[in-house]
C-alpha cells in the first residue's frame, strides 16, 4: 500500500488555508446527524471534543480515569510554545517551523510542522480567553521563557504547572458541552478494539472498568487521543495510567505505526534511587533556563558539591556547545550526561546523576525571584530527595518521557484505518526523531482545537452516511474476542504478578532499546521480548474476577499489549540503520559522538502494518522531501 500523506499543493505558508478551502464542509444543520466517538480527555481529547460539540456534532468522550481531567496532561509543568514573538527577540512562524524541523533531527513533515507553528498563536489567544493564567511580565504581556533547541524565548507557562492550567481550560469547555448535552462523558472505560465495517472505523469496544462490563459504541467516527507509551519502559515520567493499548489495537485493526522506535530520553529527571520505584519525576526544561549542568573534573571526585571549586568543576553543556549551552534539544543534553556518567564523572551514591546547579542564579537574580520561577518544582524535588535545591545542587540524569512514535497520520490526522483519527502523543505527526520541549503541548492542542475540527468534517462530508448500529456482527465479534482475551488471562493463574513481568520488560527495553542501541543489543532483545512475552502467557498472575473492578487484571491487558509492541520498537529500531534524534545507534555516530543520519537510506517515516499473529509485520515508506529547511547535520554549538 502507498501511504499518501495528502499534503496539500502550493506554497507552505499556504497549505493549510488552501486546504481548509478544498475541504468539504459539513453543513452546521447537518452536523447533529453525525456522531464521533474521543477516546481520550488529555490536551488533545478534551479540545477536540469540546470543539467538535461546540460545532454541532455528537460526541461521545471516554477515559480511563475517573474524571477527564485526570488525564496524564495535567502533569505537564513547563510551558507551551508559541511564535507571537512578544520578546521581540527575533521570533516568527518560520523560525519555530525551522527549529522544529531541526530539532525533530530531519525527520517529520515539513508541511505539519508549518501549520503547526501557524496555528501556535491562535492556541495562546485561545487560552488566554478561557481565562488559562499565564505568567505575564511587568507590562502585562504574557511572559516567556526559553526551553532547549531555540535561540529566543517562545515558551508560556503558569509557573510549573502549565499542563493543569490548560487542561483545567480545556476541561472546562468540555464540561459546558456536556451539560448542554453535546457530549456524552463515560469515564472510567477502556477503550480495548475498534470496530471497523467495510473499511471504515465505526465504532468501540470499551470495557467498564467500575463492573466489568464490556459495552458497545457505534460512531460515524472514531478519533484516539491516548496519549504516549513511554511506560513500555516500566520507569517513566509518564502517568502510571499511560499505554499503548487503544493505538496498538487499532494497529491490530488496520492502522500502520510509524516510528514506533522514537522515544524521546529526558535529560533532567530525578534519578532511580531503588529497585521498588514505579515512577520517574521530571524536573521541568524550564529549570535549564537558570540551572547550570556540571559534574567534577576529574572522574571519581567523591566530594560533596560545595567542596568542589569552579577549577574542578566541567560546565560540559556550556564548553561544548557555546550557542546554546545549558539549553541544548533533549537528546543531546541527555547522551551528554550518559557520558559523563560512563567517563567515571557521575555524581551522587550510584554514579548516574549529574548536578543541575542555581547557585548563581540566586546569587544574581535572588532566592525571591528564583522560587516564583520554579517554586513548586523546588518543592517537589526537596519532598522526594529530602536536599534543599536553594542550598545544594539538584541531581538529575536522563529518563524516558515522551514517544515521538505512534500510529501514522496524513496531514488530515487520518490513519491508514479510514474514519480513524489520531490527534496528539498518540499520533506520530510533528516531532521526527526528537521532541523539542514545550511543543507536546502545542501539538495536542493545536490537533484537537484547530485541526481536526475542520479535517474530520472534510471525512464526513466526502463519505457516504451508513448507519451502523452495535447490532452489527463486526461489534459482535469484537466483543467476542475482547472477552476471550480477558478469560484467557485470568485462567492462568501463575507465579509471577503482572508488574514483574512489566519490570523486566522495562530493563530489557532501557538497556538495549534505549538511550544507546546497538544491533547486537536490538537481536539479543528481540529475543528476550518473545520468551517473555511466552512466559506471560504461561505464567502470570492475575487475580480477582472479570466482572468487577480489577486494577490488576487492567494492567494486565496492557502488559501484554507492551510485551507485543515492544518487539515492534526494536524491530523498528534494528531496520532504521542510523541514528537520528533519540534513536542512537552506536555505530552511527560523527566524531563528536553525536546522532549521525543517513539521508540517502533513511530519510523516511518508517510505518508497519501488522499481518497477524506471530507473524512479522509489513514495512512502508514515507519518503520525507525538505524544500524549506535544508538537510544538514544538527549543530548546536
Ligand atoms: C511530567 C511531564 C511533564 C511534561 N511537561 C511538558 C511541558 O511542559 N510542555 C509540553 O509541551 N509537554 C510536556 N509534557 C508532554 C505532554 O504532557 C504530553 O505529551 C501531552 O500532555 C499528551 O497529551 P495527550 O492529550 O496526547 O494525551 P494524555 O494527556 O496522555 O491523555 C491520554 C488520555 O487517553 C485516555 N486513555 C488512554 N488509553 C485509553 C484507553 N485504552 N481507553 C480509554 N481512554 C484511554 C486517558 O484516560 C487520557 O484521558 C510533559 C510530560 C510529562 C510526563
Known amino acids: 500500500m502507498a501511504l499518501d500523506a495528502k499534503i496539500p499543493a502550493g506554497p507552505i505558508s499556504q497549505k493549510w488555508d488552501r486546504h481548509r478551502f478544498e475541504l468539504k464542509l459539513v453543513n452546521p444543520a447537518n452536523k447533529r446527524k453525525f456522531d464521533i466517538i474521543v477516546v481520550g480527555t488529555g490536551l488533545a481529547g478534551g ?14 468522550t471516554f477515559c480511563v480515569q475517573d474524571s477527564p481531567r485526570r488525564a496524564h ?22 523560525r519555530l517551523f525551522y527549529d522544529t524541523v531541526k530539532g525533530g533531527d530531519f525527520r517529520a513533515r515539513e508541511a505539519n510542522v508549518y501549520r503547526l507553528a501557524q496555528v501556535s498563536n491562535d492556541i495562546i489567544d485561545q487560552c488566554v480567553a478561557q481565562g488559562i493564567p499565564f505568567a505575564r511580565d511587568y507590562g502585562g504581556l504574557l511572559a516567556n521563557r526559553s526551553f532547549g533547541g531555540a535561540q529566543v524565548s517562545r515558551t508560556f507557562y503558569a509557573r510549573g504547572q ?31 478494539d475498534v470496530v471497523v465495517v467495510n473499511g471504515h472505523a465505526k465504532g468501540i469496544t470499551v470495557r467498564n472498568l467500575i463492573n466489568g462490563e464490556l459495552e458497545r459504541h457505534a460512531a460515524d467516527a472514531v478519533v484516539l487521543c491516548t496519549g504516549g507509551y513511554g511506560n513500555v519502559f516500566f520507569l517513566s515520567t509518564n502517568a502510571m495510567a499511560s499505554n499503548v493499548s487503544a493505538a496498538f489495537r487499532a494497529y491490530k485493526r488496520g492502522a500502520f505505526f510509524a516510528n514506533p522506535c522514537y522515544t524521546q530520553i529526558h535529560p533532567t529527571c530525578i534519578p532511580v534511587h531503588g529497585t521498588y520505584q514505579s515512577k520517574l519525576t521530571l524536573m521541568s526544561e524550564s529549570l535549564r533556563n537558570d540551572g547550570r549542568v556540571w559534574v567534577p573534573r ?37 547522551r551528554n550526561a550518559k557520558e559523563q556518567c560512563d567517563l567515571g564523572k557521575g555524581v551522587g551514591e550510584t554514579g548516574l546523576a549529574v548536578f543541575l546547579d542555581f547557585a548563581d542564579a540566586i546569587k544574581r537574580d535572588g532566592r525571591d525571584i528564583i522560587e516564583k520561577k520554579y517554586g513548586n ?68 492542542l493545536a490537533d484537537g482545537y484547530f485541526v481536526l475540527p475542520y479535517t474530520i468534517g472534510g471525512y464526513l462530508a466526502g463519505t457516504p452516511k451508513a448507519a451502523v448500529t452495535t ?86 491487558g496492557r502488559v501484554a499489549d507492551f510485551l507485543e509492541f515492544a518487539e515492534l520498537m526494536v524491530i523498528d529500531a534494528l531496520e532504521r540503520q542510523e541514528s537520528c534524534g533519540g534513536h542512537f545507534n552506536e555505530r552511527f555516530q560523527t566524531e563528536d559522538n553525536e546522532a549521525l543520519r543517513d539521508d540517502d537510506n533513511f530519510c523516511h517515516v518508517a510505518a508497519w502494518e501488522f499481518t497477524g499473529e506471530r507473524q512479522p509485520p509489513a514495512f512502508h515508506k514515507e519518503p520525507l522531501s525538505f524544500e524549506h529547511v535544508q538537510l544538514s547535520q544538527r549543530s548546536y554549538k
Open 47 to 60: 479540545s477536540a471534543s469540546a470543539t467538535l460539540a461546540e460545532l454541532g456534532y455528537n460526541v461521545k
Open 73 to 94: 496532561s495535567i502533569a505537564a509543568q513547563g510551558g507551551i510554545n508559541a511564535a507571537k514573538n512578544y520578546p521581540n527577540d527575533g521570533d516568527s512562524i518560520w
Open 162 to 192: 502549565t499542563g493543569q492550567q490548560l487542561l483545567l481550560g480545556a476541561y472546562s469547555a468540555l464540561m459546558r458541552q456536556v451539560s448542554a448535552g453535546k457530549v456524552q462523558m463515560f469515564p472510567r472505560r477502556e477503550m480495548l
Open 298 to 334: 576529574n572522574s571519581g571526585d567523591k566530594r560533596p558539591p560545595q567542596q568542589i571549586p569552579e577549577s574542578e568543576r566541567d560546565y560540559y553543556l556550556e564548553r561544548k556547545y557555546p550557542s546554546f549551552g545549558n539549553l541544548v534539544p533533549r537528546d543531546v543534553a541527555s
Open 377 to 444: 518544582l523546588f518543592q517537589m524535588y526537596e519532598k522526594i530527595t529530602a536536599d534543599n535545591p536553594y542550598q545544594t545542587p539538584m541531581m538529575i540524569y536522563p529518563a524516558i518521557h515522551y514517544t515521538m512514535g505512534g500510529l501514522w497520520v496524513d496531514y488530515n490526522l487520518m490513519s491508514t484505518l479510514p474514519g480513524l483519527f489520531v490527534l496528539g502523543e498518540a499520533n506520530f505527526s510533528d516531532h521526527g526523531a526528537n521532541r523539542l520541549g514545550a511543543s507536546a503541548l502545542m501539538q495536542g
Open 471 to 556: 447490532n452489527h456482527p463486526a461489534f459482535e465479534k469484537s466483543e467476542k474476542q475482547v472477552a476471550e482475551r480477558i478469560a484467557r488471562m485470568l485462567a492462568i493463574n501463575g507465579k509471577r504478578t503482572v508488574d514483574d513481568f512489566h519490570k523486566t520488560l522495562g530493563r530489557i527495553m532501557w538497556d538495549f532499546c534505549g538511550m544507546a542501541r546497538t544491533n547486537e543489543g536490538l537481536a539479543m532483545a528481540q529475543r528476550m521480548i518473545q520468551e517473555l512475552r511466552e512466559e506471560f502467557w504461561h505464567n502470570v498472575k492475575v487475580p480477582g474476577q472479570g466482572g468487577d473492578f480489577n486494577q490488576s487484571l487492567e494492567r494486565a
